[in-house]
């Protein structure tokens, strides 16, 4: 297994087929719209907007007790000066009480309805079948791109079409053999608590120590799960036995690609989605021409970049199966 082969082969696939970061980018912006939808539409926005403003009245308020000469000599200043650089404490305290009184708390309570939570839950449905409908998407334009297949809008949708519903079984599958055995042992470990605490004690520590190997091994022996599907045509069921016989015995090896990938992944957060959601949140509070222009401009260029990691991040895995794949010496 080459991972520098996979890496290199990767970077110059995507860099002659720029289409492929299409699908990331629809998938984020199609996000970005249902929960703008739904920010809108339950009247959230409005309350955030009084929750911020009434934060900033009470800001102004502090600020002006604090830089003002004459109450150096107050017995509290110390104390409050303190709260309110930091944040903490009686300025904490006093934030929350001021928008309690002010009904921003009860506002919220209002906004969890009848009506707000079947919208929610629709939304959140119908944003899950679109997101898996657009990875398939995904896979599909970097699958083509690296059998240097000609990306067009029909054969996208044409292989989307076509494993759109394994890829709902196959995602399914995967969550149920990562979290039921967590599930299972965690509450092993839980009830053994509250029979004997010490005992309990050494079975959560054996099962915190448990979680993280479990994870890492499982992530390894299904590295392959979703290339197995689209470049082999495969089942559900023969995604998962494939992935697993495939990577048996080569968990060194696999180890160095699962931290590639996941390295990608949290450089994909750290300059993608967190500047991103910034960004959104705050455009929601703007009441600035200007500053909404730039910010829809700003999140514009995150939504590029995140897509142009993800796009990488997904070929580089295909390539890794590619190579992997391969007999020694070819």
């Known amino acids: 297994m080459d991972a520098k082969a996979a890496f290199t082969a990767s970077f110059d696939t995507l860099k002659k087929n720029k289409i492929v970061i299409a699908p990331f980018a629809i998938s984020t912006v199609v996000l970005i719209i249902l929960v703008f939808l739904y920010l809108q539409i339950s009247g959230t926005i409005a309350v955030l907007n009084k929750a911020v403003n009434l934060a900033e009245q009470y800001y102004e308020a502090k600020s002006e007790y604090v830089f003002n000469n004459y109450n150096l000599s107050d017995t509290n200043y110390t104390v409050e000066a303190l709260s309110f650089f930091t944040g903490r404490g009686e300025y904490r305290e006093g934030l929350v009480d001021y928008l309690e009184n002010n009904g921003v708390f009860d506002d919220f309570l209002e906004l969890m309805n009848t009506r707000n939570i079947i919208f929610g839950v629709s939304l959140i449905i119908i944003g899950i079948l679109l997101s898996i409908y657009l990875s398939c998407a995904s896979y599909a334009a970097v699958m083509l791109s690296t059998k240097k297949v000609k990306i067009t809008y029909g054969n996208v949708t044409s292989i989307a079409n076509k494993f759109f519903l394994r890829l709902i079984g196959v995602t399914i599958l995967v969550a149920i053999i ?20 010490w005992i309990g004690l050494l079975a959560i520590i054996g099962f915190i120590v448990f979680l993280f190997y479990y994870i890492i091994l499982m992530a390894i022996r299904l590295l392959f799960v979703y290339p197995l599907l689209f470049y082999e045509n495969a089942s559900i069921k023969e995604s998962i036995t494939k992935a697993f016989a495939m990577t048996k015995g080569s968990f060194r090896q696999l180890l160095i690609v699962f931290g590639i990938i996941y390295g990608i992944s949290t450089l994909t957060g750290s300059i993608g989605f967190s500047p991103l959601y910034e960004s959104f949140y705050n455009l929601f509070l703007s009441e600035s021409f200007i500053t909404s222009s730039i910010l829809i401009m700003l999140i514009l260029f995150f939504i590029v970049i995140w897509a142009v990691v993800s796009a990488f991040q997904t070929m580089f895995l295909f390539y890794s199966y590619i190579y992997f794949k391969k007999p020694r010496g070819e």
């Not at 990562?178 to 605490?197: E, T």
């Open 178 to 197: 990562f979290i039921l055995p967590l599930v299972l042992i965690g509450g092993a470990a839980f009830f053994l608590l509250g029979i004997n605490r």
